[in-house]
């Protein structure tokens, strides 16, 4: 599906001519271009900073320490009162 043909480009382009003049289009088109940097780097800033707090909200937890491995009960040799008689 194509939006715009190369013909559409040329008579919306044509029109801007007519309307803006020739002198002021350039100056429009790079503030334009401006507006859209300064959109993108705020729109990437913010993604980049998320990033960066949920980075430094890790960094902060504990680290998880491992469990400590099972220890065997150990039996004691059998003492004079524990055996039966």
């Known amino acids: 599906m194509k939006l715009l043909s190369p ?3 040329l008579i919306i382009a044509g029109i801007l001519l007519l309307i803006f003049g020739p002198k002021r289009l350039p100056q429009m088109g790079r ?3 401006e507006s859209m ?5 705020a729109i990437t800033d913010r993604v980049d900073r998320q990033d960066a707090e949920a980075t430094k909200e890790q960094a902060q937890l504990p680290p998880a320490q491992p469990a400590p491995p099972p220890v065997a009960a150990q039996q004691s040799d059998p003492r004079e009162r524990d055996t039966v008689v």
């Open 7 to 9: 013909w559409d480009i």
């Open 31 to 33: 503030s334009l271009g």
């Open 37 to 41: 940097r300064g959109f993108k780097d």
